[in-house]
């Protein structure tokens, strides 16, 4: 039986008291440190920037997208939505390819440890086939239909002279 109430331990003074008390500090110093190799959460809120290395282009049109990702909680994890059916890549850059003529609003989600994230999003714009596509040799639909017909008419031409002369 515990002749002495806890009542009568706190009150106790003198060396003993006083080594207690120390000792009830140093302990909750130490329980207030983080320990080595621990990152206490960041009190840096999430933040994000992406960019792209084109934004406007032809069909099919390939894209590189760039993230750079500070604050929160590391570690991060990463969404692109490209926002043209195909499938998300979850890597913190990303490359794709836009097979359909449109803009699309890309979205880059990023969310750290503790479950904050963040969104940003870019436009692409992608038109139809550029006009260098749809040249041969340097010639569009009509130059090609005007050489043809000037070919044509030039062998009439040549022909009829040919005939003429061989006549005489």
Known sequence: MN??????????????????????FATLAAVSQPS????????????????????VGHVPL??????????GTPPYTYDWNFADG????YTQNATHTFLKVGTFMVRFTATDQTHASIRQWINITVSGASASGSRLLGLDAIDWVSLV??????????????????AR
């Open 3 to 24: 002749r002495n109430p806890p009542r009568l331990l706190a009150l106790r003074t003198g060396a003993l008291a006083a080594g207690w008390l120390l000792l009830s």
């Open 36 to 55: 080595a190799g621990v990152l206490p959460p960041s009190t840096v809120a999430l933040s994000t920037s992406i960019s792209a290395n084109i934004t």
């Open 62 to 71: 390939t894209v590189g997208f760039f993230s750079n990702v500070t604050g």
């Open 86 to 89: 195909c499938t998300c890549i």
């Open 149 to 166: 017909l000037l070919v044509v008419a030039s062998g009439v031409l040549v022909t009829l002279v040919l005939r003429r002369r061989l």
